[in-house]
């Protein structure tokens, strides 16, 4: 499993060296896009509309758009002195609290903790703790240059840290449109939803649901590829430049016109040898 962070988690004055690994992944099949034309990959490229041509990255800045078409560059030097100010490597478990207090709309990536070298003590004594209080801790961590406030929990046994939203990264259920106020609902209405309710009630087991899309997606994919219907991508053919094509032309009517001076050269020379003889 990569590792994609390794530092610290502290609790008071206990230490815990870990490494973070993704506990998720994104199953979505990835479709390109080709030329109807000719089955080739279609490129993208950085274009700038002003000077209608293509900007290598050397030659792109960062910045801020403050207001339309206003901005404030940043330079690279001064977004890595930023990065590096906050980027601690410790992760402070700041305060201990429900799980249950927290909306799951707040909830963005999830994360597996693993102990690193001489941690695994300190390791199993946090999840030990936190499993026998029913606590889980709120910490902030930095990665890949963002500030992140997150939790620490125990799921199946293995310590996980949960990435969530700052509260103004959350935005107001107030602006959402159309939303019913005081309509009126009869008790026979509420009794019928609250049955269909209990009838389709279970317990939640992952493992029986599916993405029926992506599963139906690959099927009709290799239906395709075991029946031979694909595509392959055209050779790209060689395209003399212009400049070439007329310097090709040159050159062959040079050797043309050699030829034919040799030629006649040649005739000249038989000629003037036949007459010496007649002579």
Sequence with gaps: MHTVWKGSISFGLVNIP?????????????LRQLHKECNSPINYQKVCPICEQEVKSEDIVKAYEYSKNKFVVLDDEELEDLRKENEDKAVEIIEFVK??????????????????????KAYA????????????????ITIRS????????VYDGTLIMETIHFPDEVRSSKEVPNIPSDEKITEKELDTALMLIDQLTAKFEPDKYQDDYRTALLELIEQKKNGELTVTVSEKESVIPSDMTDLMSALQASLDKT??????????KRKATAEKKEA
């Design 18 to 30: 870990v490494k973070l690994h993704t506990a998720t992944e994104n199953k979505d099949i990835k």
């Design 99 to 120: 799980l249950e207090e927290i909306d799951p709309i707040y909830f963005e990536r999830s994360y597996f903790l693993a102990p690193d070298t001489g941690g695994g």
């Design 125 to 140: 004594l946090l999840r030990e703790a936190l499993s026998n209080s029913g606590k889980i801790g709120v910490a902030k």
């Design 146 to 153: 963002k500030e992140q406030l997150a939790i620490v929990r």
């Design 259 to 268: 030829s034919t001076t040799k030629k006649k050269t040649t005739t000249r």
